[in-house]
């Protein structure tokens, strides 16, 4: 498993810092565009709450980028977590007779 060193970028900090600031978007406004409630998005905004799927495709069309972009950034930091709060995952091997199977899959 490949680990990253440095911790990735919360897909919040990327709204607040490449679109809300340059914009001059309050928390209200950019709630209101998306549809969503204000608390859901300062949740994100200050990397309490998660992106879904659904609010990547809002952010998607607001800032007409695509859904995968915002949940790209929302895998990596997951992983990085993951990676680190993970008991026992250290201790988990390849299973025996991998290798006899399909290239394919992995």
Do not use: C
């Amino acid at each position: 498993m490949g680990t990253m060193i440095r911790k990735p970028t919360h897909p919040g900090a990327i709204i607040r810092q490449d679109y809300m600031e340059p914009l001059s978007l309050t928390v209200t406004a950019l709630a209101a565009h998306l549809g969503i409630s204000r608390k859901h998005l300062s949740q994100v905004l200050h990397e309490r709450a998660s992106v879904t799927s659904g609010l990547a495709l809002r952010l998607a069309k607001a800032f007409d980028t695509t859904p995968d972009l915002w949940l790209n950034l929302q895998r990596k930091r997951d992983l990085w977590e993951a990676e680190r709060d993970t008991p026992g995952l250290e201790n988990v091997e390849p299973l025996p007779g991998l290798q006899d199977i399909g290239k394919e899959l992995r």
